[in-house]
T-cell receptor, first 109, second 112 residues
């Protein structure tokens, strides 16, 4: 069973607009959520995280929102830039990290 | 900066061969992990280790084993490689229980 779901395999956004990547989870015991970014032929890199006791965390152009009642989190990128084109993985912390399948973001110049 | 080095970026092996993938980290992190990444399946945890000589199975340990004889080194072993083990293998390290992992660049293994 998939405890962390990223239902959109891909997303295309115009440069300068907002990118919104979504993630749903099923396990209410997850206490910490993270987003990773991955370029082709490289390992994932940590982007931003949020504790389950918060509902928003911001870092520059990146904001993560957490809705615990809906078991949903989202990553907002504003404004989107071509260099943001990558695969984004949502991850949730329980005994270990559980990753979603990823969403490929393409930012079109 | 944390550096996680994987021994080989690209490998091609034959079915039935024994394969070693090595990972070395230089930041004294307790935790080390092996994941594989496949299109449409995301990152799946194979094995992890919280201490020297300690290992725990992840979600997909079948066909794999690991070795951690020193804190900085974590090896993934495919005793008899099969074509369904063709994948990108990613090593990661982390400290404590923050959840923040540092990944190596990956080893792309092709089994013919």
């Amino acid at each position: 069973d998939q405890q962390v779901k990223q239902n959109s395999p891909s997303l295309s956004v115009q440069e300068g607009r907002i990118s919104i990547l979504n993630c749903d989870y099923t396990n209410s015991m997850f206490d910490y959520f993270l987003w990773y970014k991955k370029y082709p032929a490289e390992g994932p890199t940590f982007l931003i995280s949020i504790s389950s006791i918060k509902d928003k965390n911001e870092d520059g152009r990146f904001t993560v929102f957490l809705n615990k009642s809906a078991k949903h989190l989202s990553l907002h990128i504003v404004p989107s830039q071509p260099g943001d084109s990558a695969v984004y993985f949502c991850a949730a912390r329980g005994y270990q990290l559980t990753f979603g399948k990823g969403t490929k973001l393409s930012v079109i110049p | 900066d944390v550096k996680v080095t994987q021994s080989s970026r690209y490998l091609v092996k034959r079915t039935g061969e024994k394969v070693f993938l090595e990972c070395v980290q230089d930041m004294d992190h307790e935790n080390m992990f092996w994941y594989r990444q496949d299109p449409g399946l995301g990152l799946r945890l194979i094995y992890f280790s919280y201490d020297v000589k300690m290992k725990e199975k992840g979600d997909i340990p079948e066909g794999y084993s690991v070795s951690r004889e020193k804190k900085e080194r974590f090896s993934l072993i495919l005793e008899s490689a099969s074509t369904n083990q063709t994948s990108m293998y990613l090593c990661a390290t982390g400290r404590g229980n923050t959840g923040e992992l540092f990944f190596g660049e990956g080893s792309r293994l092709t089994v013919l």
